[in-house]
């Protein structure tokens, strides 16, 4: 079968499943079955399929179909211009957590002092925002910590590939329980997806992302309730913490922070759909 016809059929049985951009999701199974990239792709249309590529691409659909994120098929993610490894381990990091890159690194800019700029980044998962500021501020040095052991792994897997190990020390733990010194900023996309809402999820995530950097409890707020309360004892004097929050969690993560941060300076930041994304405190 030539690549073109491949394409074609590929497309129309992921398209059945409802998936959305099926062509761009066919191309990228037959890119990672042939790997080469999409130039060559293009190049080489009317060509034929080779058999071992024809039943890895085949394979490759039929997990697809199955619903499994095209991240975890590929074994790769795009994030703020970086290229992450993830598999089930970790979350796939989502477009919208950009935000709290943009927002830290704007804070970490900003400060008066002299680097190094000391920032925890609590649930690291693949590390993706951890190595996103290490790669945009060379004089930051991250605490990137994960109560799952094996998400640290990955982690480690992606410093390593960005060259980044020595300023993006890895840490297992609760939440800020193992920040070994006040910092300037702390950092975190924890789970904050109502216990309730977890079965209506897509299946992509439901079926295939790890729950326990989804699920945040009743209202979705429990792990940024506790990391708010001992967050204050955790900052350096001028400090900020920046926390990705969900729809509808706006008002109640507001409370919690003025209840930490009496006089600190509180606001929320919208993502691209206009969606209140990020509470920023500022002491
Ligand atoms: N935004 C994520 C979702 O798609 C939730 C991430 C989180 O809980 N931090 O469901």
Redesign the pocket.
Same mark, same amino acid.
């Given at each position: 079968m030539i690549l073109r016809e491949a394409l074609r059929q590929a497309e129309a049985r992921i398209s059945a499943h409802n998936i959305p951009d099926a062509r761009i999701e066919a191309e990228l199974l037959l890119m990672h079955a042939l790997g080469i990239h999409r130039a060559e792709l293009y190049a080489r249309l009317g060509e034929s399929l080779p058999s071992g590529a024809e039943n890895h691409f085949r394979a490759l659909i039929e997990r697809r179909v199955r619903r499994e994120p095209a991240a975890y098929i590929l074994g790769r993610h795009e994030f703020y211009g970086i290229e992450l490894h993830v598999d089930p381990r970790v979350?796939i990091p989502?477009p919208e957590t950009e935000l709290l890159v943009e927002t830290a690194l704007d804070f970490l800019r900003r400060l008066p002092q002299e680097p190094p700029r000391l920032v925890g980044d609590v649930g690291t998962g693949s590390g993706a925002v951890a190595i996103a500021l290490a790669l945009h501020l060379p004089g930051a040095h991250i605490y990137a910590i994960d109560a799952s052991p094996e998400a640290i792994d990955v982690a480690r897997l992606n410093c390593d590939r960005h060259g980044v190990g020595h300023r993006v020390e890895l840490l297992v733990g609760d939440l800020l329980g193992p920040l070994p010194c006040p910092v300037d900023l702390i950092v975190a996309?924890?789970?904050?997806?109502k216990d309730a809402d977890i079965p209506q +999820?897509m299946p992509e995530?439901r079926d295939f992302e790890p729950v326990a950097? +989804?699920s945040?409890g009743a209202d979705g707020l429990d792990k940024v309730r506790r990391l708010l309360a001992d967050a204050p004892s955790r900052l350096l004097p001028h400090g900020a913490v920046m926390l990705?929050i969900?729809l509808g969690q706006a008002d109640e993560a507001t409370s919690l922070a003025r209840k930490h941060f009496r006089q600190g300076k509180i606001d929320l930041l919208r993502d691209f759909a206009g969606i209140e994304r990020v509470l920023q405190v500022v002491t």
């Open positions: 979350l989502r996309n924890l789970p904050y997806v +999820l995530i950097a +989804l945040g990705e969900g």
